[in-house]
């Protein structure tokens, strides 16, 4: 099993998206960004590795949104998502076509990586529970 990582970087209300690489497998899909784990890192320091090699940000990784289990290209991954605060660096996309930040209502208006679509349906039901507190 692969074990992938995903930052939900939240700012000004708005959440950071990437649009994945025409060369990529998944191509012009939308994400949350990040990657894989390698052996030798825990999955939070994983995380930050590929913001800052995918962003040219540092972020610091706080509670986990959720996890799930997927298949893609005859492998099976498990990506988990954390929240994420943006803390240092300017924000570029070096791997990505496209960077957007938008709201939790308006990401079902871009085509999301299916596992990336199981956390925009956890984001957006989250925000119902917090816009009744």
Not at 28 to 49: H, T
Not at 83 to 103: F, I, K
Request: hydrophobic content about 40%; overall charge negative.
């Amino acid at each position: 099993m692969i074990e992938v990582s995903a930052a939900i970087i939240k700012k000004d209300g708005k959440i950071l998206i990437a649009q994945r690489n025409r060369n990529q497998s998944l191509a012009l899909k939308w994400e949350f960004p990040g990657g894989k784990v390698e052996p030798n890192e825990s999955i939070k320091q994983g995380l930050k590795r590929e913001i800052r090699e995918e962003l040219n940000i540092d972020i610091e990784v706080k509670e986990k949104l959720g996890e799930i289990l997927f298949e893609h290209s005859n492998n099976i991954l498990k990506l988990t998502a954390f929240y994420a605060e943006w803390v240092s660096g300017d924000l570029e996309a070096l791997e990505h076509e496209r960077l957007e930040w938008v709201t939790v209502e308006e990401l079902e208006n871009f085509d999301f990586a299916p596992a990336d679509m199981y956390f925009v349906k956890k984001l957006k039901e989250e925000g119902k529970t917090n816009s009744h507190n």
